[in-house]
Nanobody, 127 residues
């Protein structure tokens, strides 16, 4: 699967922004989709991930990093092969390049374990 993140930009603290990860390839619904970010001079950080559906209506399992919990949310649309990261209440410390990643089996926080990556999109939050 090939991934491409988009939607980054310059916003002010407190604003909202939505990033989109567009995927090409087959069987998108079988992949776990994750978001990571990397600020200058820092290690890549887990933002959140959404798993496959478990058969129920919106039966996806989501998990978020502590730094974004309660402010960011992830959704996916398997018909459109997209995943979105809705970011609310942005803070200057959210400034980073945001990446989407995918894997068919891994659901954890270790970025080294995700097999597929897209090019990142830069989010800059001014104070």
């Amino acid at each position: 699967v090939q991934l491409q993140a988009s939607g980054g930009g310059l916003v002010q603290a407190g604003d909202s922004l939505k990033l989109t990860c567009a995927a090409s390839g087959r069987s998108f619904e079988t992949y776990v989709l994750a978001w990571f970010r990397q600020a200058p001079g820092k290690e890549r950080e887990f933002v959140g991930r959404i798993t496959w559906a478990d058969g129920r209506s919106d039966g996806y399992k989501r998990y978020y990093g502590d730094a974004v919990k309660g402010r960011f949310s992830i959704t996916r649309d398997n018909d459109k092969n997209t995943a979105t990261l809705q970011m609310n209440g942005l803070k200057p410390e959210d400034t980073a390049v945001y990446y989407c990643a995918a894997d068919q089996f891994y659901t954890g926080l270790d970025y080294n374990r995700y097999a597929f990556w897209g090019r990142g999109t830069l989010v800059t939050v001014s104070s």
